[in-house]
């Protein structure tokens, strides 16, 4: 007796939506997660402390849920898919390189992988351009949900730092959340006190 493979496959692994966990017929995002998505989308770019800043969605519903998943079960398929879509905004800055935001290693090793990098490095694909993981934490920072608002200034003024001097390239500093945008100015600040020409932001959603 002969088992066609992929019945076999979708046995031992049946396809599930990695946003909702639901069977999945076909395609890589249900119809239903698929739905939402499209509706959380937006299409502009927005400026935070003067640095423009792209996203895909807006932070709610099935996209906080896709992305707490990706966070904490690893789900590189959808960083990846929203990655690509991601890459179709930033091609018309031509950038010369992708910097990820790091993530504080304590909270690599709790997760077990930085979706932040993972999307920086798809970015860096899709686009043709270098991956520079030049930016480091120089300090503890607490997690900037859990603090009010004028302490999330203190928590991560100065706390990032650039590994080498860039020579005023255009870079697009990655991130999966922008919220208040007080991370990020940080750490586009820190690129632009390394030589970098130009930082313009990239998350897969905006708070
Ligand atoms: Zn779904």
Known sequence: MRLPLREVLDFLFPPICPVCEG??????VCDVC???LLRSQVFEPKQY????????FRYRGRVREAIERMKYGGMRVLAELFAEALSEYLRVE??????????HPARI???????????????GRELGIPVKRVIYRRRYTRPQALLKAEERIT????????LETLNGEKVVLVDDVITTGNTFYQAASA???????EVVGATLARG
Do not use: H, M
């Open 23 to 28: 069977r999945l017929a076909s395609g890589k």
């Open 34 to 36: 698929w739905g939402e």
């Open 49 to 56: 402390f003067g640095f423009k800043v792209y996203s895909l």
């Open 94 to 103: 031509a950038p010369d390189a992708i910097v990820p935001l790091p993530l």
């Open 109 to 123: 090793r709790e997760r077990g992988f930085s979706q932040t990098r993972v999307i920086a490095e798809a970015l």
């Open 155 to 162: 928590n991560v003024k100065g706390a990032f730092a650039c």
């Open 191 to 197: 690129l632009l006190d390394a030589g970098a020409g």
